[in-house]
């Protein structure tokens, strides 16, 4: 992840414009190594003190505590987009990164979807840091005479064609008037929920391998999976409820209903409160059978190789219930939170 040094200067400006002289600063992971040019940058004009706080995935995640909140004016967070229907708890300066438009774009690198016939209309969404590398994957799919659509996005997105893991409202708009959908994006953390939300053909865009493949293979692959945990679930006794308190994935109304859920069904219950994604441990301690947490939805679907006992997202331990028909697979996704 590349931040420049114009990055950091629009950082100083807003923070300026907001009259601000103690900033706490928030650095994903892949900017820690610049942590101390960027802290000397801000510490010429702020009182500046570094998050050291987990932070977890994209603007859902603001890190820190309320004490911390409380000692500064203002909040920046490098690298990531805001979620506009979030209420923060301090003005956050979002200093977002778009990776340079790739000019090697090829259109050859979309005939797969001109190959396989009645892929005439496709949907183009992107992982957001790809913005402007979708444009030129749209002006090659058009080279190829394909029609492009780009979907509109509810109220945690903030454009159109973006996606989240927890959020593919871009493909659900546009999914009943194309024939495939076209994500850029790289890894499979995006394309593969985006084939988990719709049942047209997904697409990823690898940019950094700049090629083309479809999902369908992957998604099915892990079904089976999910699907698997999902009867293991079915048969515990003792289910832990977990309720994430970081802003962007804070739903304890959405736990109270699993756990009414849960106990109508005659399991024992507790509800749990973390920050942490993965507190593993604490499972293992509770002695519990099955895991259900209404966080980030990545977490059981990502990571659920790490824990011992199956760990589901709410929808997927409803079908464990017997509350969604069998062997249809709906994917946890969030549009808005609770309140905190
Ligand atoms: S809830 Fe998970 S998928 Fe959604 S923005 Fe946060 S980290 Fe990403």
Redo the contacts with the bound molecule.
Sequence with gaps: MIVSASNVQEAIQRAKDLGASKVLLQLPDGLKPRAFGIFSELSKHFSVVISSQSF??????VGGSMDTYSRVDCIVQLGHTE?PNLRYPKPIIFIEHLYERDARIEASAFQILRSRGGYSTVGLAFSVQYRQVAEGVREALEALGLRVLVGGVDGRMKYPGQV????FSAIHSVQAMVDSIVVVSTGTFHALGAQLSTEKEVFIYDVSEGSLRSMREEADRFLRQRFAAISRAAGARKVCIVIDTKI??YRPSLAAVVERQARESGKEVVTLATDEANPPRDYENLMCDAVVFT????VPIDDGGKFSMPVLTPQEFQMALGGIKKGRYVLDE?VAVDTQ
Excluded: S, V, W
């Excluded at 989240?164 to 959020?167: E, Q, S, T, V, Y």
């Excluded at 966080?295 to 990545?298: A, D, E, K, S, T």
């Design positions: 977890y995935g994209g603007a859902c995640d979620i989240l893991g927890c959020n962007g994935q966080g980030c939805p990545r969030i």
